[in-house]
């Protein structure tokens, strides 16, 4: 116990002594003993308030200082994350930031095994690795009930080179040599049924993305000793950021985009836009029109115009930004990709911890439409410089450049979609199916309801010809009666006019009788 409180608690004794030896002769014993019995409550619940203050205070200083060493970890994680500025986004040395680029350069890489031949073993196909694999499973990690994603094979310059989807496979079985293939989803039904190029097999499904075909350039000039100047040139540009636009349209023709594989014209508009597409791909605007207007006599479209949402604008802050800008948002991945209309990341693996404020000197890239504003329902949203203004009402933000970006085609989740319409088509074939058999059975039904009523008209035909024939028959009977009554009433007509006949007779002698007997009287 604290030893002032001590102190007092002893002083407080003393005096209890004092009043006791006092009040002896005026109290009764039993009041001195219930002050002393309340002084000891009162002594022991002071050191248990007491005991219990020190405990909640060392409660107290220990919650400060986790406190203290959490905002310290806070920090911590935050400079491994972001890197030693205040940044907050994904700056280039920041663990963030190198996810980030790891990430994209990852995607839909993978164990790849290009060139294999194919046959068929039933219902399955056979797989046949270009090279035995090691047999060591210390070396090789196991295939079987792996998922592969197939592609069929083109040629170029004597090498496989994967070129169209064929659909997603199982291994079902495996060996250093080959691999049993059951298929899982096809979508070449044809290439499937009659392999006629070598296969290549994809651990990852691959990815459209920017500068796809700029990193293979880059990958040829530095893995082919024999590669030509002109792509090893065409690679050092690349690196250096300095894209030959002519170097690069002409690599894309003869390798990756060529009007055969493509199965256009090359003189065509049609495949000129197509090559503009790709070999634009991430360049600003101003760059691509004077490349255009130094080479106007080699084109047909002597303008490229990308739509708007393939048009971004660069903004420098001059000032540190008044907004919080949303970065994240909620969706499915399967239906509305890894980003929304507004670029806010529905991926989770692309999702900030919070909404982004920038600082002084940050460029951020804006799609178009949030960049010109737009009409949201019956709200009208302002452009974007137009919301971060100062309190002078001034814009804090300057346009650098405007970028076109080609629309990507992820594959992935395209294949995931097409799958889930597929299923939701097979459930409603199904139900359709199960309605059919159904309405077969209604019909079924219906049939023998049909043939039973059938029956009973016949019967009931059958009965009205009989009925036809009572009701002739009833007629005549009942014509000959009317007759035989008529005559019957002429009888009795008859009968009745003798009997009158008679009765007048009897009266007449009945009265003569009587006149004779009043005449003999």
Known sequence: MDPIYASIIGLVFIILIVFTVLSAKTWHWVNIVFVNLCFLAAVGAAA?????????????QDLEASEKLLEKNQEDARLAVYGPTDAKGYDRGSLRGIAHESNLENTGQGRVWSGGTVAAAGTDRTFQFPAPRPDDPAEQVPLKDVLLYAFSDGMIDGQPFPQTYIGTVMVKAESPANATLTPIFIADRLQWEQPTT?????????????????????????????????????????????????????????RYLTPERMNLDPASPEYEALIDRYAFDGMSLGKIQKWIEANQANRINNRFQPPPEETFIEYRFKKDSKNTHKVNA?????????????????????????????????????????????????????????????????????????????????????????????????????????????????????????????????????????LNKDLAVIQALHENRDAEIEQLQSKIAALRESIDADYARIQQLTEAIERRAFAGN
């Open 48 to 60: 248990g308030m007491a005991q219990v203050f020190e405990l909640k205070h060392t409660q107290l």
């Open 198 to 254: 070598t296969w290549s097999l994809f651990e990852k499904m691959p990815m459209d993305r920017h500068h796809t075909f700029q990193m293979g350039i880059i990958a040829e000039a530095d893995s082919n000793p024999a590669a030509s100047e002109a792509v090893k040139n065409l690679a050092q540009s690349i690196r250096d950021e300095k894209m030959e636009i002519g170097p690069y349209r002409e690599f894309l023709k003869a």
């Open 330 to 466: 909620d969706g499915s991945i399967e239906a509305d990709g890894q980003f929304t209309q507004l670029g806010h990341a529905i991926d989770p693996a692309l999702h900030a911890e919070k909404d982004v404020m920038f600082a002084e000197g940050d460029t951020v890239l804006v799609d178009q439409r949030t960049a010109t504003g737009y009409q949201r329902g019956t709200d009208l949203v302002p452009a974007f410089a137009d919301q971060e203004v100062d309190g002078s009402g001034k814009t804090i933000v300057e346009e650098i450049d405007k970028f076109y970006f080609r629309q990507l085609r992820d594959y992935p989740y395209m294949l995931v979609d097409l799958e889930t319409q597929a299923r939701k088509f097979e459930e409603e074939a199904a139900r359709i199916q199960a309605g059919v058999v159904v309405q077969e059975k209604a019909y079924a039904d219906a049939e023998a309801q049909l043939a039973a009523r059938t029956q009973i008209i016949a019967g009931l035909q059958q009965d009205q010809s009989n």
